[in-house]
């Protein structure tokens, strides 16, 4: 009897074992990705509520900038490995990219010595999908001795940047990045126009990658507009020691009727930009961001540092109301954009990882839309931390801030900070087609699965994460 009583047990043991690790089992298979993947396909698709969208049949390959025809601006970037960092033609930030609006930009990526392929993204500037620079998902990653032509045309004056969307975690970090400004066709009239790219580099804080103080030259009472330009993991605070100064852009789009400030920040988040606009007086001002800072003034100028402000412009109200280009009362789709955190797989990796909408990588939710399509979005966090959240191809305009209404200029932009525990009300026109990545730009948690894609119909793309090396993140 006892036998028996022995064995039964062991039955029921093995039983209960398969219980609990059968459903483990199942969960740890179904996270292996697969050796190629196609983003037009990957994820589940969330339909905003609203029928499902349909638009003609393109492929990526065909969404390109003009084919022919003079670039006005023609650009060889060659990529290179210095040491522990990348540069495009020696240099780290890259050389700056200056077009003025309407102009054709041509840019040619020659990859000389980086092992696992390159590729440019336009980070902030609203290119046809072709032109993108997402390895795996709008071109391949161009190997060394490859190269890769991007053209466009400069469409929107603005402030923006570029940097490698190959193991971005890793090549981004370590330099493969630059500025890429456009004027307006008009001019700037008699602005001085000075750009502040800030990285950070084996841990120091640098502007145009400068650590510590250096001066730009600017006569008393010159205007000065300050682009400033945040490459890092994380939102920076920057300010102005010295006088008055007025946020007038923020992510490429002037804001509307901005009033000077003094005594705050402007915190500028992960892949953000800022233009300020200061009037310098006969000592100069310094813009700081706590360690690296630029003296702007007349020659020999030495205008007193400041500490950070204990506060920051707030982008929810300040400037002044305007008419959007649509009806956001009225959107074609709503999309919940919930970002989480919870215990998983990915690729087989146990972990705490991403979510969007309770699901981890790559069974998160692909946005489904059709060309010209109003959506609102309602993006929330509840993760834990903050994430910069950047969408590729488009600007959103922000219409609440935990369930706050804006109530200053239309607060545009292509990269936002979700601090935990905030929720945002944004809207958008889906008004360029193609395959777009919507990420966070804390690079590592993108690497980590916060990532997913806003969908047009009957878009594909030949392109496979896993070819030729193609891993974007």
Not at 2 to 28: C, E, F, K, N, T
Not at 61 to 89: I, S
Not at 248 to 272: E, I, P, S, W
Not at 339 to 355: E, K, Q, S, Y
Request: contains cysteine; glycine residues 14%.
């Amino acid at each position: 009897m006892a036998g028996i009583v022995l064995r039964r047990s062991g039955v029921i043991a093995a039983v209960l074992a398969l219980a609990v690790l059968a459903p483990v089992a199942v969960a740890w298979y179904s996270s292996l990705l697969p050796a190629r993947l196609d983003m037009a396909t990957t994820g589940r698709p969330d339909l905003g509520g609203g029928a499902a969208p349909v638009g003609p049949a393109r492929a990526v390959p065909t969404l390109t900038g003009p084919a022919v025809g003079t670039p006005d601006v023609d650009v060889t970037l060659t990529a290179r490995r210095e040491g522990t960092r990348y540069t495009l033609n020696g240099s780290s930030p890259g050389p700056q990219i200056q077009a003025v609006e309407g102009q054709l930009v041509q840019v040619k990526l020659v990859n000389e010595s980086v092992a696992g392929g390159v590729t440019l993204h336009w980070h902030g500037l609203d290119v046809p999908n072709a032109e993108d620079g997402v390895a795996g998902v709008t071109q391949d990653a161009v190997p060394i001795g490859g190269e890769h032509v991007y053209r466009f045309v400069a469409r929107s004056p603005g402030t923006y940047w570029y940097h490698s969307h190959q193991v971005a975690h890793d090549q981004v970090v370590r330099g493969l990045l630059g500025p890429l400004v456009i004027v307006p066709r008009a001019g700037l009239g008699a602005t001085t126009d000075v750009t502040a790219l800030v990285h950070i580099y084996d841990g120091v804080r640098t502007i145009d990658g400068i650590a510590g103080d250096h001066a730009v030259e600017a006569a008393a009472g010159a205007t000065v507009r300050l682009r400033v330009i945040n490459t890092d993991n994380g939102a920076g605070a920057v300010w102005i020691s010295g006088a008055p100064f007025r946020v007038v852009a923020v992510d490429g789009v002037d804001v509307h009727g901005g009033a000077d400030v003094q005594g705050v920040g402007v915190l500028v988040t992960a892949g953000g930009r800022a233009d300020l606009q200061v009037t310098v007086p006969p000592g100069g001002v310094r813009l700081e961001t706590g360690t690296a800072a630029l003296v702007v003034g007349p020659a020999g100028s030495n205008p007193q540092a400041t500490p950070r402000p204990a506060g920051n412009v707030d982008l929810l109200t300040y400037g002044t109301p305007a008419p959007l280009p649509f009806d956001a009362t009225r959107p074609d789709r709503r999309f919940g954009y919930a970002i989480g955190r919870a215990p998983g797989f990915l690729d087989g990796v146990p972990g705490v990882w991403w979510t969007i909408n309770g699901e981890h990588y790559p069974d998160e939710p692909m946005f489904m839309v059709g060309e010209g399509d109003v959506v609102v979005m309602h993006v929330s966090n509840d993760s834990g931390e903050a994430h910069p959240m950047h969408l590729h191809g488009h600007h959103a305009v922000v219409l609440a801030r935990n369930g706050v209404a804006a109530t200053g200029s239309p607060w545009w932009f292509d990269s936002l900070e979700v601090g935990n525990g905030e929720s945002y009300d944004v809207a958008l026109r889906a008004d360029n087609p193609g395959v777009w990545m919507d990420h966070c730009h804390n690079l590592q948690h993108a690497r980590d699965g916060l990532v997913t894609h806003l969908m047009y119909a009957n878009v594909t793309t030949p392109f496979r994460i896993g070819d030729h090396e193609n891993t974007p993140e």
